[in-house]
């Protein structure tokens, strides 16, 4: 059900960015000059996300899954954290509707709990009282192509697909047990992005990703959600917020003939959080 839910949301948002795109009266979208055209050839932008983080892990044992475990609230990792991103755009010509870009996030979390009651993970069952150290790291490397259906000087509204690349540790150690986890998923995505230029200095960005797979035993959903307002200071360098809500549920049996999707059990993992960064723009 949550599944459903989250990709209705992100198909009712990207439906929502076509019509405000396509309802805009395009002018002088074919004759522009360099120096008015709003959308920069280059940029790259670097910041910090504040962050919130729910992740739930259930891992496969010789007698079937074990139970689900909250990682925040059973585990004692930190629900609230912050993260580095790096994303990089680039557009080629002519008239600059082609645009690539790569992001870049990690996601690295520890922590050490007294656990207060038994913990099935996997073949080990971890004891109440037992103190266990436990490590989540989850990084996220996505790299996306879009072509702008409409674009002028003030909107640029743009359909596209892109790959997700995401490497998920985790482990487990108590005083004889260990139980360790690792994956690296490659998974498509398909979405919409609307960049509108309120003046010239301030501008709005919106985008919507989502992506369903089943393979094998092998399924999966992506949903990635951003609003963000750019401020350009200077000709070269400007300021940013964003708000990014971001879900992803993995579930497999470890027999996918898929090259790293060897996942033998449940992941869900989300966050939401605020992004500020600066932003460095190169060529007109």
């Not at 520890?110 to 069952?125: A, C, R, Y």
């Amino acid at each position: 059900m949550k599944k459903l839910a989250m990709g209705q949301v992100v198909l009712l948002i990207i439906l929502f960015l076509a019509g405000s795109a396509l309802g805009h009266d395009v002018k002088d979208a074919g004759n522009f000059k360099d120096e008015d055209w709003p959308w920069e050839k280059f940029s790259a932008s670097f910041g910090g996300f504040i962050t919130t983080t729910n992740t739930q892990l259930q891992l496969s044992s010789s007698t079937g899954l074990g139970g689900v475990v909250d990682l925040e609230d059973a585990l004692g990792l930190d629900s609230n954290m912050f993260v580095f991103r790096a994303d990089f755009t680039y557009r080629f010509r002519p008239r600059r509707r082609h645009r690539f870009d790569v992001s870049y996030a990690s996601f690295t979390r520890g922590g050490e709990k007294v656990l207060q009651e038994n913990i099935q993970i996997g073949d080990s069952i971890f004891p109440a009282g037992s103190v266990v150290d436990t490590r989540f790291d989850f990084d996220i490397i996505k790299t996306r192509w879009t072509y702008s259906l409409v674009q002028d000087k003030r909107v640029d509204f743009a359909l596209g697909a892109g790959l997700y690349i995401m490497p998920i540790e985790f482990e487990v150690n108590g005083v004889l047990l260990n139980e360790r986890q690792s994956i690296t998923a490659p998974l498509p995505v398909f979405g919409a992005r609307l960049d509108v230029a309120l003046t010239k200095k301030l501008f709005l960005r919106q985008s919507a990703d989502i992506f369903y797979l089943e393979i094998n035993d092998f399924k999966g959903t992506i949903a990635d959600i951003r609003f963000g307002l750019d401020y350009r200071i200077w000709k070269i360098f400007g300021v940013g917020a964003e708000l990014e809500f971001f879900d992803i549920q993995l579930e497999g049996s470890g027999e996918t003939s898929v090259p790293g999707l060897d996942l033998n059990g449940k992941v869900n993992f989300g966050f939401n959080g605020i992004m500020l960064y600066g932003k460095f723009y190169f060529g007109k």
